[in-house]
């Protein structure tokens, strides 16, 4: 058996000509490899992750930790955290039936090749030139002086002339890069890549480019591509061992992406924008030893709901009306670790509301869990869910209209009827 299931991991049975592969593996994605563990040839994953690994042996799949979900829902969370806009149709979101399994880097030669054929997006771009006519935004004091050095085509002026090099092209050309690193789509990427030079090929962060690009009636039909692209970049690695090509492996921290994927939806469709997350974690607290401070403690929830830096009310320290943390967890609401965590984040900005927020397969209605009043403050933790297991983009956009009211309801203690 090549993986090993238990609550919170699936353990990966580790085969001898594999643990160099795996002490490589576990370096780049910063995963804690111990040396217990190798010795009893076993690697324990968390759930979280969702793809595939390819040894030099085998393919071993990752797949969601729910098994009322599949690789397709999980591909339309990533396409609404990254590619969607509150502009864009429903049937962006919507996924084909060979979008069901964790092959994107497929995906992404099949919706190229299919873009390709329809066109390659160019751009105008500045560029200075020298010529021996007028043209363009000329340059007066460097053309004169041109003119009274008697320097061949002396006009200096700037053009704006088509180019390949935009964000779309290089989210492709990038991708390609990484493919050519593989095994099986080194061929289709060298190929493809002759289209794009001359556009970055050195992205790093593919999701972050992604969500900078404005599309139009031109562009949109890259949409599905770049997101593809994005994914590769950001999550595929390749192990190459000192050859042109090798293995391929495509992760993606599901957790992490429900995360963003929750804040995205209460930051952007409730009406009034009163929704904000931290970008960095806040000091709460010291570690005091014999030669004083010598280390402290951080919090950062998830979401917050009308913070304010300053709060008159609490001596000037920050507050929020309610504080919200986000958890991954299908089956098993209201864990005490949980508990712990909000309630102290709930103490530390002063909330009167207290939410956690999880992932459901239907549409469920809020749950409360009830705490002694004359011991906790708040004494009410709220429980809302997000449908994610819809079947169709439309009725997804629906699920989490009504998850983002549904909270703001509960926030504001109004009946939803």
């Known amino acids: 058996m090549e993986i090993m299931e238990s609550a919170e991991q699936n353990i ?27 010795l009893n040839n076993i690697l324990p994953l968390s759930k979280s992750y969702v793809g595939y690994i390819t040894t030099p042996t085998r393919i071993i799949s990752l797949n969601p930790k729910y098994h009322e979900i599949g690789f397709e829902h999980i591909i339309r969370i990533y396409l609404y955290v990254y590619g ?47 010529s021996e006519s007028l043209q363009g935004k000329v340059n007066y004091t460097r053309t004169y002086t041109n003119v009274l050095t008697g320097k061949g085509k002396p006009v200096m002026s700037r053009v ?50 992604l969500q900078e690009i404005t599309f139009n009636s031109n562009t949109a ?58 970008s960095a974690k806040k000091r709460f607290a010291d570690v005091i030893g014999s030669t004083g401070v010598y280390s402290g403690r951080e919090y950062q929830p998830d979401i917050i709901y009308r913070y304010k830096e300053e709060d008159e009310a609490f001596d000037y320290m920050p507050s929020a009306y309610a504080v919200l943390d986000v958890k991954n967890k299908a089956y098993g609401q209201f864990k ?54 819809d079947e169709s983009g439309e009725k997804f956009l629906q699920s989490i209209h009504e998850f983002a009211n549904n909270v703001v309801y509960t926030i504001q203690d109004i009946q939803h009827l």
């Open 84 to 130: 969607y806009r509150p502009t864009d149709s429903a049937a962006i979101l919507d996924v084909s039936e060979s979008e069901t399994s964790a092959d994107v880097a497929s995906m992404f030669i099949k919706n190229l090749k299919r873009n390709i054929q329809e066109g390659i997006i160019r751009s105008y771009q500045k560029t200075d030139i020298r």
């Open 336 to 389: 005490n670790a949980d508990i712990y965590q909000i309630m102290m984040y709930a103490k530390l900005l002063h909330s009167e509301k207290a939410l956690l927020l999880y992932p459901s397969f239907t549409n469920r209605r809020t749950e409360t869990l009830s705490l002694n009043s004359e011991i906790f403050n708040p004494s009410l933790i709220y429980a809302c869910f997000v449908n994610i297991g």
């Open 221 to 278: 039909r890259y949409r599905r591509t770049l997101t593809y692209a994005a994914m590769i970049i950001d999550q595929l690695t390749y192990s190459d061992k000192g050859s042109s090509v090798g293995t391929d492996s495509f992760l993606i921290n599901f957790d992490r992406l429900f995360e963003d994927f929750v804040a995205k939806v209460l930051k952007e469709i409730p009406e009034k924008r009163e929704f904000t997350t931290w």
């Open 12 to 38: 990966i049975t580790v085969q001898p000509e594999e643990i160099a592969f795996f002490e490589e593996f576990t370096k780049k994605y910063a995963i804690s490899w111990t040396r217990e563990e190798k």
């Open 160 to 209: 704006s002339k088509l180019s390949i090099k935009n964000n779309i092209n290089s989210l492709i050309l990038s991708a390609l890069e990484k493919l050519k690193h593989t095994d099986e789509y080194f061929s289709d990427a060298a190929q493809l890549e002759m289209y794009f030079y001359g556009a970055d090929r050195n992205v790093q962060n593919g999701s972050a480019l």
